[in-house]
């Protein structure tokens, strides 16, 4: 339902003339043994060898041995993938089947805490943020990232496996294709995302499970278990 005249909701809050009701101040819940949801294969994924974003904020209650945070293909053939393994919490991201990134989180802690994190390739270097501030150290990047036969998987790999499903909540999950956003250190964005320029995927910040960007791609509740909670890392 869209809403042609503004309305008064609960507690005061105004729902302006145009606006979704289902509003945009949540997070997709995983709990880390079934549930994880996945946007359909397609060309947004493959990024070349050009600039890229993807970020996202977690809070991950637990350390299995190897959950995916996101994948695009399977262990041993993700394009793109992000894992955070062993019980100090190795963060890895993966790039055409091999680890082009590790960082060890127990540093500062990650379990039980929102944590923003952004990965952004610009001009053939990476980086990856934490909360905003560089963690290790960049790295020269010039993968093809081509692949668009498999679904971009969040909480699991495109075929899952047992041992990979992410514990915890994930909100605002964002991928630009041709943009990277973040080069040097950055403050993280203290409310929702928006659909930027060049936004192929907006989602787990609804109240249902939907895509946000102009693709409008179909959410897959896999195994139809993921919920959404009103736990996000910033206020309304």
Same mark, same amino acid.
């Given at each position: 339902?869209?809403?042609?005249?503004?309305?008064?909701?609960?507690?005061?809050?105004?729902?302006?003339?145009?606006?979704?009701?289902? %509003?945009?101040?949540?997070?997709?819940?995983?709990?880390?043994?079934?549930?994880?949801?996945?946007?359909?294969?397609?060309?947004?994924?493959?990024?070349?060898?050009?600039?890229?974003?993807?970020?996202?904020?977690?809070?991950?209650?637990?350390? #299995?041995?190897?959950?995916?945070?996101?994948?695009?293909?399977?262990?041993?053939?993700?394009?793109?993938?992000?894992?955070?393994?062993?019980?100090?919490?190795?963060?890895?991201?993966?790039?055409?089947?091999?680890?082009?990134?590790?960082?060890?989180?127990?540093?500062?802690?990650?379990?039980?805490?929102?944590?923003?994190?952004?990965?952004?390739?610009?001009?053939?270097?990476?980086?990856?943020?934490?909360?905003?501030?560089?963690?290790?150290?960049?790295?020269?990047?010039?993968?093809?990232?081509?692949?668009?036969?498999?679904?971009?998987?969040?909480?699991?790999?495109?075929?899952?496996?047992?041992?990979?499903?992410?514990?915890?909540?994930?909100?605002?999950?964002?991928v630009l294709k041709g943009t990277g956003l973040y080069s040097s250190n950055f403050t993280p964005p203290t409310s929702h995302l928006t659909a930027i320029a060049n936004t192929q995927l907006l989602t787990c910040q609804n109240s249902t499970l939907?895509?946000?960007?102009?693709?409008? %791609?179909?959410?897959?509740?896999?195994?139809?278990?993921?919920?959404?909670?009103?736990?996000? #890392?910033?206020?309304?």
């Open positions: 339902m869209i809403l042609t005249k503004g309305v008064i909701l609960g507690g005061g809050a105004y729902l302006k003339p145009g606006a979704s009701p289902a %509003f945009v101040n949540y997070s997709a819940s995983f709990n880390g043994t079934s549930q994880y949801i996945s946007a359909p294969a397609s060309s947004a994924w493959a990024f070349g060898t050009g600039d890229f974003t993807i970020e996202w904020w977690q809070y991950m209650t637990s350390q #299995p041995s190897n959950p995916r945070v996101f994948s695009v293909g399977n262990y041993s053939t993700a394009s793109i993938a992000v894992s955070i393994e062993s019980a100090s919490g190795i963060f890895y991201v993966w790039e055409n089947s091999g680890v082009r990134f590790s960082y060890n989180l127990s540093t500062g802690g990650y379990l039980n805490q929102w944590i923003h994190f952004a990965i952004s390739r610009v001009s053939g270097t990476t980086r990856v943020f934490k909360n905003g501030s560089l963690i290790g150290s960049s790295y020269s990047d010039s993968n093809n990232i081509s692949d668009s036969s498999h679904a971009f998987t969040i909480c699991q790999e495109s075929t899952p496996t047992s041992n990979s499903y992410f514990p915890g909540y994930i909100s605002n999950f964002r939907i895509d946000n960007s102009p693709n409008n %791609f179909t959410i897959t509740n896999n195994n139809g278990a993921t919920t959404t909670s009103s736990t996000v #890392p910033f206020s309304s």
